[in-house]
């Protein structure tokens, strides 16, 4: 029995101002813990109602796209607890804060040939399974990351399943953390207990093993350091629109966000092509980088794209 908690219950269907009246003696972390309970309570509710006694594999399997329009329904086929606040929780105790919330972990995991973090080796495990809310159960994350390994190696309907549903960003950050992994297993105890710094230096070093060769266009530049770029064309239309202020449209397009909303259109181009680490693409890439904007000069009596050619 909870008398605060049947108190807090008791006075929601009130107004704002009799409710805090009613609840004036309780502390503010008292309150706080309530309206977790509740809220809990409330989004449990609305997942059993969603569900509504149906198998999510079987769902999943036969038409996709209700699941992944759903985000309950879909947290729930992948394990994930569908309540924020407890899933960035347990998301900050296994990466010691270095990720505050589940979103910031996967997209950091998938980007890690842009960018490394010193993530410990439960957190890419907790990628791998899909950030399911291990706090939530009697399951430990390593029972949970071997049954996971077992059935994509199997593809059991519930891997499958669970595989329609991911998005992008997250079947990336679960790609590199499955080469990772292994690797990682394999340190020292030294090794996992490193500085900061040196450790980042191993986990690049590591990613620069398991990952793989970048593209041979790429690996050309980083051995021979020579400068590269892309040469762009300014079509008639946009220079007509805006010529006059070019510089400015084309920073913006740069940073405008490509579907699915992922990345910027600059990542989209060059930053996102793999080069085996973050010290390639910043210490050699980024620095021999060059825009080539050649001037042009229209023959109005031919089509656009018959007169670039020429």
């Known amino acids: 029995m909870d008398p605060n908690l049947e108190l807090y219950k008791s006075v929601l269907h009130l107004g704002v101002a009799d409710r805090r009246q009613r609840l004036q003696h309780l502390p503010r972390s008292e309150l706080s813990r309530l309206h977790i309970i509740v809220t809990r309570e409330k989004q449990a509710q609305r997942l059993e109602e969603l569900i509504a006694g ?15 329009e759903c985000t309950p329904l879909k947290y729930a086929l992948l394990g994930r607890t569908t309540y924020s606040y407890d899933e960035d929780e347990m998301v ?52 949970i990351f071997e049954a996971r390994l077992q ?76 400068q590269w770029g892309f040469i762009y064309y300014l079509p008639r239309e946009a220079n007509q629109k805006y010529g006059s202020d070019w510089e400015s449209v084309w920073a913006r397009i740069k940073d405008s966000m490509a579907p699915p909303a992922e990345r910027n259109m600059g990542d989209a181009t060059w930053w996102s092509i793999h080069c085996q680490g973050e010290d390639n693409r910043r210490k050699v890439l980024e620095p021999l980088l060059t ?13 656009e794209d018959e007169d670039f050619r020429r």
């Open 54 to 68: 149906r198998d999510l594999v079987q769902l999943a399997l036969t038409d996709p796209s209700e699941v992944i």
């Open 92 to 143: 900050s105790r296994i990466t010691n804060n270095i990720a505050r919330s589940s979103q910031i972990l996967v997209d950091t995991i998938a980007r890690f040939d842009q960018v490394t973090k010193p993530f410990r080796l439960d957190a890419l495990k907790l990628v791998y399974c899909d950030i399911y809310y291990v706090d939530g159960g009697n399951a430990t994350l390593q029972e």
């Open 151 to 226: 059935e994509e190696e199997l593809q059991t309907p519930a891997e499958q399943a669970r595989e329609l549903v991911r998005y992008n960003a997250l079947k990336r950050a679960r790609r590199n953390a499955k080469w990772m992994i292994p690797a990682m297993e394999r340190l020292s105890e030294e090794e996992q207990a490193q500085p900061t710094h040196e450790y980042m230096e191993t986990l690049q070093r590591i990613w620069k093993q398991v990952s793989p060769a970048p593209p041979p266009w790429i690996q050309k530049i980083l051995d021979t350091r020579q």
């Open 291 to 303: 825009e080539d904007w050649p001037k042009f000069y229209p023959n109005d009596s031919l089509a």
